[in-house]
């Protein structure tokens, strides 16, 4: 009955899919189930390749200010703006064979765009990119050697990397207690 108590108000959840709006209404949709169900502490398996980077920060800012605390776990790959969205955790976790690839802003411009539509192409990027690294340097520690690999290349980490960097707290798997609920968000 003990264990039954501790777990009062934990819920488990899967998220998965490319960050985009689709996404952030998920995560609308499933925080007001949230509220209604008295979830204090939800408990997300997060699988995402990437999406849009101002999908990413709406759902990193509006995770971070719900009345509830978000564990993160990343079972096999979390990377590009999902990194930020994972970021949210107020506890964040990876299985050992989990990876993480954290990368600038990219973005293609149509053939035969004009130097003034790339220029403003480029100005959007480096917004993007200040804003998301404002994210990381709030979390995680990297090293010099970390930011110069991210200023010009992919910056892959593996679980035991990660926790040296505080990108999560430490290796464990998302294993939800027999008998509870997994929603999918």
């Known amino acids: ?20 709006s ?12 949230m509220s209604e169900d008295m979830v204090t502490d939800a408990h997300v398996l997060l699988q995402s390749n990437g999406g849009y980077v101002s999908d990413g920060i709406c759902l990193y800012n509006y995770m ?4 509830v605390r978000f564990h993160l776990y990343n079972a096999g790959a979390v990377a590009s703006i999902a990194v930020i969205v994972f970021l949210a955790g107020h506890k964040r976790y990876a299985s050992s064979t989990a990876r993480f690839m954290v990368h600038k802003s990219h973005a293609s411009a149509p053939s035969g765009a004009r130097p003034d539509a790339l220029r403003i192409i480029v100005e ?3 917004a993007d990119d200040a804003r998301t690294e404002e994210i990381l340097r709030s979390h995680v520690q990297f090293s010099e050697e970390h930011w110069r ?3 010009y290349s992919d910056l892959h980490l593996t679980a035991a990397e990660a926790v040296k960097v505080n990108m999560i707290d430490k290796v464990s798997d998302f294993r939800p207690p027999p008998g509870r609920r997994i929603t999918n968000i």
């Open 149 to 151: 690999t991210h200023a």
């Open 124 to 126: 959007g990027l480096q």
């Open 22 to 33: 689709d996404m952030v209404h998920r995560m609308f949709d499933a925080a007001a189930d």
């Open 64 to 67: 971070s200010n719900l009345p």
């Open 1 to 20: 009955m003990e264990d039954q108590d501790k777990l009062q108000g934990h819920s488990w959840f899967t998220l998965s899919g490319d960050v985009n």
